[in-house]
């Protein structure tokens, strides 16, 4: 990722927080909350979640799936991803026989989470000032809750992130804005006073139909 395109994501984000005059010289900031979106966005989490997936279709004797296969089945959950990957090889499973796949890809990954997962590099220093800023700010993923936790206590345990989620049985997942008015609920904050920042079509849904300003990184799994 050059450093272009963070200095870009800089300057929206900028844009997105920037104060507003009142009266000559009163100061409002327009955003009080910032929500990333965590895998492709924060996170390169693409050779783990390509490992766990080649654990289970190996179970069925199927071709591994490459990086850019992976990134065309990724982002709705793990659980649909695994059956986007099944239907790429036009290979049907009984329901059991999917659920014992799902449970080996999880083992696995479980297992193996961080092996090769990183933050993106040069977003680190603009984590590192909105981190100071007083800015709230959280992941929303759709990632299963208890692995979004593992991951970002692993690879960005220096931030002091407002709230952590991923899917949680029972809770709709992205596209649906249930996560974003919970959050801002618990912020204290407007939804008009969020940006939201991903990096795919998922996450610009989400963000249309929680109505607030949004920002996707061209960097990511699906840019």
């Not at 200095?7 to 010289?25: E, I, P, Q, W, Y």
């Not at 069925?60 to 695994?82: C, D, H, M």
């Not at 992205?174 to 006073?193: H, T, W, Y």
Request: glycine share 6%.
């Amino acid at each position: 990722m050059s450093k272009r395109r963070v200095f870009l994501l800089s300057k929206r984000l900028l844009t997105c927080h920037r104060s507003m005059f009142d009266n000559g010289d009163m100061l409002k900031p327009l955003q009080k909350a910032i929500l990333f979106d965590m895998d492709g966005t924060l996170i390169d989490t693409i050779e783990d979640i390509r490992s766990a997936f080649n654990a289970a279709l190996s179970l069925e004797g199927l071709p591994p799936f490459s990086v850019t296969l992976t990134k065309q089945v990724v982002g709705r959950g793990l659980y649909n991803a695994l059956k986007g990957a099944l239907s790429y090889y036009k290979h049907p499973v009984e329901e059991a026989r999917f659920a014992f796949l799902y449970q080996s890809m999880m083992d696995h990954y479980q297992a193996h989470y961080a092996d090769k997962s990183h933050p993106y590099e040069v977003i680190l220093p603009l984590l590192d000032r909105l981190d100071r800023s007083g800015i709230a700010l959280g992941i929303l993923s759709n990632k299963e809750d208890v692995l979004t936790q593992k991951i970002v206590q692993k690879l960005l345990p220096q931030y002091s992130f407002a709230s952590v989620r991923g899917l949680v049985e029972g809770s709709p997942r992205k596209p649906d804005r249930d996560a974003i008015d919970l959050f801002c609920s618990m912020q204290g904050v407007n939804v008009g006073e969020l940006c939201y920042i991903g990096d795919s079509e998922v996450d610009y849904q989400t963000a249309q139909n929680a109505g607030c300003s949004h920002i996707l990184v061209s960097w990511g799994f699906r840019p």
